[in-house]
């Protein structure tokens, strides 16, 4: 049974910035898309970044773009997302998750029931 736990979580003032990682086991790592997601309480979940390890494709959600880049090291099956300039805007639980045999693009496009794996989510939070 595939798992992905996230870390790297923590707060941070405006302007500064952190890199979370998602380490997945019990899976073939790059037989998998995998995206980053965030989620408020009170809000939808919002798709952030995705990356097909395979061929190192990446794609961005607008919010995003330019600020935060996704990445991932086949040897320690593991998937990172760089955060730089952050904003309060950013702060929130940033959740990794893992679909099975589609690229980055499919997997933007995707449901989130849809996505074979999620982790547990690790806290952002970004003070002004």
């Known amino acids: 049974e595939g798992k992905l736990v996230e870390s790297g979580g923590a707060p941070v003032q405006a302007g500064g910035s952190l890199r979370l990682s998602c380490a997945a086991s019990?899976?073939?790592?790059?037989?998998?898309?995998y995206g980053w997601f965030r989620q408020t309480p009170g809000k939808e979940r919002e798709g952030v970044a995705w990356i097909t390890p395979s061929n190192g494709i990446t794609t961005y959600g607008n919010s995003v773009k330019g600020r935060f880049t996704i990445s991932s090291d086949i040897s320690k099956n593991t998937v990172y997302l760089q955060m730089n300039n952050l904003t309060p805007a950013d702060t929130a639980v940033y959740y990794c998750?893992?679909?099975?045999?589609?690229?980055?693009?499919?997997?933007?496009?995707?449901?989130?029931?849809?996505?074979?794996?999620w982790g547990q989510g690790t806290q952002v939070r970004v003070s002004s």
């Open positions: 019990g899976l073939t790592f790059d037989d998998y898309a």
């Open positions: 998750a893992a679909v099975w045999a589609l690229t980055a693009n499919q997997a933007r496009g995707l449901s989130y029931d849809k996505y074979d794996y």
